[in-house]
C-alpha cells in the first residue's frame, strides 16, 4: 500500500520542481502602474543651452514630471521624492537616469527658470518648457491636465495639473507614479532596477 501511495506523490513532487525551473527568475512585481503596451513618446522643448529632444537621452530611462515653479506643494513635494529615489541609485544608475521637470507655465517659467528649480533639487536634473503651444501638445501626448486657476491678475495665478510622474525606456512610456507612490522611495528604486 505504501508503495502505491509512493508514486504519486513523486510525480507532484517532479512537477511542481518542473514548475520551479520552468518559471522566469528574476520576475519582478511592480509597484508603479506598467503599461501592458508602452506608448511611443517624443518632445523637443527648451533648456538653457537649447533644444532638448527626448529621443536624443539613448537608452536612459528618463523620468519626466510636469508641473511649475510657483507651484506651492505637489511640484516641490514630488521633486524631493524624485531626489531621494534618484540619490537612492549607485553612481552607475544615476548615470542611466535622466530626471526632467517640464514646465506647464511657460509664461512665467524660462527654459532657466525651469531649469534653476529643477537644480535646486539635484545639479543633474533637467528643467524644460516652450512654448504655449508646444507645451499644450507635449502634455497630451502623455494625457496631462493642467489649466490656470484662482487667477488674480497677470503673473498671479495658480495651475492645477496632473501630478503624475512618467517613466519613460527607449522612446516609450513603460510605467507611470501616481503622487502618492512616488513617495515609496525604496519601491520606486526597486522598480527603477528593474527597468535598468
Known amino acids: 500500500m505504501k508503495g502505491k ?35 511611443p513618446v517624443d518632445f523637443l522643448l527648451q533648456s538653457p543651452s537649447g533644444p ?7 537608452d536612459r530611462l528618463v523620468l519626466i514630471f510636469f508641473g511649475y515653479v510657483h507651484c506651492p506643494d505637489v511640484c516641490p513635494t514630488t521633486m524631493l521624492a524624485l531626489k531621494r529615489a534618484y540619490e537612492a541609485l549607485s553612481p552607475e ?9 517640464i514646465s506647464v507655465d511657460p509664461e512665467r517659467d524660462t527654459p532657466e527658470i525651469a531649469d534653476q528649480y529643477a537644480k535646486g533639487f539635484h545639479p543633474r536634473f533637467l528643467g524644460l518648457t516652450g512654448s504655449p503651444e508646444t507645451i499644450q501638445e507635449v502634455a497630451r501626448t502623455f494625457g496631462v491636465y493642467y489649466q490656470k486657476s484662482q ?15 512618467f517613466v519613460v525606456q ?9 503622487p502618492d507612490k512616488v513617495e515609496e522611495t525604496q519601491r520606486v528604486v526597486a522598480d527603477l532596477r528593474a527597468l535598468l
Open 170 to 178: 527607449e522612446g516609450k512610456l513603460v510605467l507611470l507614479f501616481s
Open 151 to 165: 487667477y488674480r491678475g497677470p503673473g498671479e495665478y495658480l495651475v492645477d495639473h496632473t501630478a503624475t510622474t
Open 52 to 58: 532638448v529632444r527626448l529621443g536624443e537621452m539613448g
Open 5 to 39: 501511495l509512493l508514486v504519486p506523490v513523486l510525480a507532484v513532487l517532479a512537477l511542481v520542481g518542473l514548475a520551479y525551473w520552468l518559471l522566469p527568475k528574476g520576475s519582478h512585481s511592480f509597484y508603479g502602474t506598467k503599461l501592458l503596451n508602452p506608448k
Open 93 to 101: 544608475e544615476q548615470n542611466r537616469v535622466q530626471v526632467v521637470f
